[in-house]
């Protein structure tokens, strides 16, 4: 009697092993668009490209380019990013190896320009920022702001405060 | 340089049966070479598919090719490739190196149409669709040997394309509000301490299980009015079933860990967070 050991696999659906690591796949809903993912790939297969113009970042995931190594998996703050089992990824075109993912920019409520990240990454740190330790309030006012006018507001506010006294007497004794 | 019109053009005239393939080592580290020895055994058996390995180009209609392409072999790819009978002329990439350069993609000793790329391409460039056109891609690294039967019977028309590109372009912000809106009893920034301290311990790959399970337990000793005996009594009770030591371990590590950080954040101390 001998017994047939071949695999009758591209005929029949095969799983692979829980701990095989397949394809990366992004979960777009869980994704904030930080690039902590671009920036631990080896392989450069995932990119974050930026359109301030329009305020549109894309997180774009090439499979064809993966080797696999879990690294962006390790990084990832939110677990958006997860290599799957899934192992079957030869195709005949290589535009079927890729994801992108669309996000929004923050627009600034005070100038309204584009900053450079997204409305996502604010919403996440408001959520890991403990607010036992902070002032709420000063934080809501300048955390939707860009970079930019984060810098001036607080500047401005602190010559309101302290030196618009001092400063306006300054300016005139030097005009006289 | 070879003409893309075959490529790109014309069908092929008959359906592909029994494929003679001849393999190519473009600079492969091997990892690939392997897998496909491995197709070749009993086992997966490629045979029963009509892929018979040939020793000399003449006598083949397809190019195995492996590795990213490097300078030295990129004539003799070229060479191999025109040695074929012009009829079918198929290539097979295998491995992420053939397909796109992967880990090597910028390496200065790889073969390139251009030096630098001056836009951003996607999707990304490089491996052996630099040289020669390419019928399939099959990445991985290296990738299974179901992987590259897979790959086959698609060329074959056995088995149909599994991926295609995927495109996710957000609406509105309330999308991703009404998931963070689940919030656990925990700080969320404890938990991702919590989940970097975890990584240190066991690893990524068993991170978010362990993880799951002591937030569990904390969520429980949270509502009871003596949390800390609580928590260590709940952690003991599970370390009892708990075979793996690892875990056990863990988990006790991850107790002391947690009350350090919340003490100190209701008392406005400093702390040293994990991440």
């Avoid at chain 1, 507001?153 to 004794?173: I, M």
Wanted: positive net charge.
């Amino acid at each position: 009697m001998s017994k047939i050991v071949t695999l009758e696999y591209p005929l029949k659906e095969l799983k692979a092993p829980e701990e095989y690591r397949g394809l990366p796949y992004i979960d777009p809903h869980k994704c904030i668009g930080c690039g902590a993912c671009r920036n631990a790939c080896p392989s450069d297969a995932v990119m974050k490209i930026d359109d301030i113009k329009n305020g549109i970042r894309k997180i774009i995931l090439d499979v064809g380019r993966c080797i696999r190594c879990g690294r962006c998996e390790e990084v990832c703050p939110t677990g958006a990013i997860k290599l799957t089992t899934i192992f079957e990824a030869a195709s005949k075109s290589r535009e079927n190896h890729i994801e992108i993912i669309e996000l929004k920019l923050l627009r600034c409520s005070r100038c309204g320009r584009y900053s450079e990240f997204t409305e996502r990454q604010v919403m996440f740190a408001l959520d890991i920022l403990p607010r036992e330790a902070l002032e709420v309030e000063a934080l809501d006012k300048r955390i939707w702001l860009c970079r930019d006018c984060r810098r001036e507001t607080a500047l401005s506010e602190a010559v309101d405060k302290e030196w618009k006294w001092y400063y306006g007497k300054l300016v005139k004794s030097t005009w006289e | 340089m070879v003409s893309l019109s075959r490529a790109l053009g014309s069908e092929r005239k008959h359906k592909l049966r029994s494929v003679r393939v001849f393999h190519v080592n473009s600079g492969a580290c091997n990892g690939c070479d392997i897998e496909l020895l491995d197709i070749l055994t009993p086992f997966y058996d490629a045979e029963r598919l009509g892929i018979k390995l040939v020793s000399t180009p003449r006598h083949a209609h397809a190019l195995l090719v492996t590795g990213p392409l490097t300078r030295k072999t990129a004539s003799a790819v070229l060479k191999a490739y025109e040695a074929m009978p012009s009829e079918p002329r198929i290539v097979i990439a295998i491995g992420t190196c053939a397909c796109s350069g992967g880990i090597f993609y910028d390496s200065y000793a790889l073969y390139r149409r251009i030096e630098r790329y001056e836009k951003i391409d996607v999707p990304r460039r490089g491996g052996i669709s630099e040289l020669i056109p390419v019928d399939i891609y099959i990445p991985g690294c290296p990738p299974r040997p179901e992987e590259i039967l897979y790959g086959i019977s698609v060329l074959l028309e056995l088995a149909n394309e599994r991926l295609t590109k995927q495109y996710y372009k957000e609406d509105s912000v309330e999308e991703y509000k009404i998931i963070r809106k689940k919030k656990s009893v925990v700080n969320e920034r404890l938990v991702l301490s919590l989940r970097e301290k975890t990584r240190h311990i066991i690893g990524y790959f068993d991170r978010d299980r362990v993880l799951k399970i002591f937030l569990e337990m904390v969520e429980i000793a949270e509502k009871c009015e003596d949390p800390k005996n609580e928590l260590s009594r709940l952690i003991e009770e599970y370390c009892k079933k708990e075979k793996d030591s690892r875990i056990r371990e863990c988990l006790r590590i991850l107790e002391k860990d947690y009350w350090r950080l919340k003490n100190a954040l209701l008392s406005r101390e400093e702390v040293i967070y994990w991440i």
